[in-house]
């Protein structure tokens, strides 16, 4: 874990168990199942172009649990609902407060203690998201950082990435640039200042290159650790193969969020283990 400080990452292989991936993936079916498509937008999920960032079905999740789709999922009106539900991209981004199952795992003891290991102080829970990135058609996550779209001063956004299935070149696993989280932010998410239900992107992330990035091939149940400004990005999934992950991301509980940022909880102030049931 001490290469979080000097490589802006870390590897932690078999930190879940495969009985707690396995529980986050049968409740992620489980919701699935109970997803009704005609009852919800088709907000396709996009880290190109961001063109999700100005609906307002986005703009009001940050403390509710809301389906987004793959870019080029053929979901149009007359998709019957298997189709529609097997072109999920991910689902966010309150689940760890909203679903028994995600605050489990999110709020364990295991969680606090590798939290220990990182720069945050007192650290608060932001956002949970589940990420599908499903069979031949999950998308391509053009190289970003967590920092540029979940904004505090000072600095302490730090992003705990679950692999729930085994994470490989061929499905679609993540890719880091060593070191990059020692340059500033390249570009900054946020609501325009005349128009906060609108958001932009200020700025532009260096292109992919496949010569300086590192895959992050692991096993299921590794935590990958990702601090708030390195670079990092993943592939198209083109095989047969999902490649499930839980991430959630957590800030200094001193460190002020800005009210420019997309995600806003007003209803669910941010916080970490001291409202939690000791039965967690």
């Known amino acids: 874990m001490f290469t979080l400080a000097s490589e802006g990452y870390a590897v932690v292989p078999a930190f879940a168990a495969p009985e ?33 960032g100005s609906e307002d079905y986005f703009l009001g999740s940050g403390d509710k649990i809301r389906y987004f789709f793959e870019e080029g999922a053929e979901i149009g009106p007359e998709a019957d609902p298997a189709t529609v539900r097997a072109s999920i991209n991910k689902i966010g981004h309150a689940l760890h407060d909203l679903n028994p199952v995600f605050t489990r795992f999110s709020f364990s ?27 031949r058609i999950g998308g391509v996550v053009a190289p970003h950082q967590d920092a540029s779209f979940l904004i505090d001063e000072p600095q302490t956004v730090t992003g705990l990435w679950f692999a729930l299935e085994d ?80 991430t959630l991301h957590f800030k200094s509980r001193a460190s002020t969020w800005s009210p420019d940022n997309w995600l806003q909880s007003p209803d669910r102030p941010f916080h970490g283990w001291e409202s939690m049931p000791h039965s967690l």
């Not at 991936?21 to 190109?48: G, I, K, N, Y």
């Not at 295991?110 to 599908?132: C, F, K, N, W």
Request: with cysteine; aromatic share 8%.
């Open 167 to 246: 994470a490989t070149v061929d499905n679609g696993c993540l890719w880091v640039l060593p070191g990059s989280h020692r340059d500033p932010l390249h570009a900054r998410f946020a609501r325009k200042a005349n128009n906060p239900q609108a958001t932009a992107m200020d700025g532009d992330f260096p292109p992919f290159d496949e010569e300086t990035y590192t895959p992050l091939e692991v096993q299921a149940g590794s935590l990958v650790l990702l601090h708030g400004s390195v670079l990092h990005a993943s592939k198209a999934n083109t095989s047969s193969r999902s490649r499930h992950a839980y």
């Open 109 to 135: 003891q295991a969680v606090r203690e590798v939290l220990g290991h990182t720069q945050l102080d007192d650290p608060v829970l932001v956002q949970s998201m589940y990420i599908v990135k499903p069979p």
């Open 20 to 52: 707690e991936t396995q529980a986050l993936m049968d409740e992620f079916a489980r919701l699935v199942t109970v997803f009704d498509p005609a009852s919800h937008p088709t907000t396709r999920f996009s880290t190109t172009d961001h063109s999700h």
